[in-house]
């Protein structure tokens, strides 16, 4: 994989990590209520906002990524991104790591790095 397609992945990784993080914080402000008052607390909410931009900015860095590898690779590669969000939900939100995330976290991990390196 060429130096502008690491690039790229690296992008998407971020922004798509720091997306969900970014409506993750939005959906558990304590301050959100109930219904429609929780929806429009969210809407006035930064995070909610952030989490929408890098959403369209990661859209234009996968487009950008799968111009230059093939979508089969792409996708395998994309799945770390499962494991950074499982790091930054621990990180930040103290959710629960349990042994058998831990096992799959290694597993997409191993695979990421089978299919990065036969490019």
């Excluded at 130096?3 to 301050?31: R, Y």
């Excluded at 909410?45 to 989490?51: E, H, I, M, S």
Aim: overall charge positive; charged content about 10%; some cysteine.
């Amino acid at each position: 994989m060429g130096s502008l397609a690491t690039l790229l992945w690296l992008v998407n990784v971020v922004l798509d990590t720091g997306g969900q993080l970014a409506f993750k914080a939005a959906a558990s402000d304590p301050q959100n209520g109930e219904g429609l008052q929780r929806w429009k607390h969210m809407f006035g909410r930064p995070w909610l906002w952030l989490g929408i931009a890098c959403y369209v900015l990661e859209f234009v860095a996968w487009i950008a990524f799968l111009s230059l590898v093939p979508l089969s690779q792409g996708v395998l590669l994309g799945s770390i991104n499962i494991v950074a969000l499982m790091v930054a939900g621990r990180i930040l939100f103290r959710e629960r790591l349990t042994p058998l995330r831990v096992t799959g976290m290694l597993l997409v991990s191993a695979g990421v790095a089978v299919v990065g390196a036969g490019t």
